[in-house]
């Protein structure tokens, strides 16, 4: 069975650094793109970007280009989304999920979910 | 603000059919028929339930169904059971993919 298994939860404080994980097993990790969505309350979901594991082809969503880095070690069959500079707007639930492969842009397997919590 | 508008609540009683909105543009909704439903249990990962407008992914009871009138995608549930009772997101796509606020459905 296809499952992305992502890294549980985190607290930090406003500058600091943070990289989460998302791992997919149950498929070939490597010929699957994998996006980033962040659930935050009173706006939903917002797609972040996406990376392609097979040569770490990125693209960002504008809201998002510089603002985080999405990364992937194919070796591991896991992908990553990390900040190096924290704020508590970060505050959300990211999801990771995988796009379906057809050119009808969505996704058919989801992580369980990553809570962050940015807070001094 | 969402890139897709939908209503916050929607609620109904087991056995009802309950249907859930998401509005967008001619360049999103509108523009293609790429237009996805996902249902998410607080604390599960979401699930995709229907994609391109109508289609249902194996597994998915048929008691769910997607249409699209211009800019107007819709989301039908029918037969309300309690374990429908989650929150149901949109999405569709311009240039990137983007999603609805979402709607938490209630089963009374």
């Known amino acids: 069975d296809v499952q992305l298994v992502q890294s549980g939860a985190e607290v930090k404080k406003p500058g600091e650094s943070l990289k989460i994980s998302c791992k997919g097993s149950g498929y070939r990790f490597a010929t699957s793109w994998i996006a980033w969505v962040r659930q935050t309350p009173g706006i939903g979901l917002e797609y972040m970007g996406i990376?392609?594991?097979?040569?770490?082809?990125?693209r960002y969503s504008p809201s998002f280009q510089g603002q985080v880095t999405i990364s992937v070690d194919k070796s591991i069959s896991t992908a990553f989304l990390q900040w190096s500079n924290l704020r508590p707007s970060d505050t959300a639930m990211y999801f990771c999920?995988?796009?379906?492969?057809?050119?009808?842009?969505?996704?058919?397997?989801w992580g369980q979910g990553t809570l962050v919590t940015v807070s001094s | 603000q969402s890139a897709l508008t939908q209503p916050p609540s929607a609620s109904g009683s087991p056995g009802q059919s309950v249907t859930i909105s998401c509005t967008g543009t001619s360049s999103d909704v509108g523009g293609d028929n790429f237009v996805s439903w996902y249902q998410h249990h607080p604390g599960k990962a979401p699930k995709l339930i229907i994609y391109?407008?109508?289609k249902r992914p194996s597994g998915v009871p048929d008691r769910f169904s997607g249409s699209k009138s211009g800019n107007t995608a819709s989301l039908t549930v029918s037969g309300l059971q309690a374990e429908d009772e989650a929150d149901y997101y949109c999405s569709s796509y311009a240039g990137h993919v983007i999603f609805g606020g979402g709607t938490k459905l209630t089963v009374l």
């Open positions: 391109e407008v109508t």
């Open positions: 999920a995988r796009d379906s492969g057809s050119s009808s842009n969505y996704f058919d397997f």
């Open positions: 990376i392609y594991p097979g040569d770490s082809d990125t």
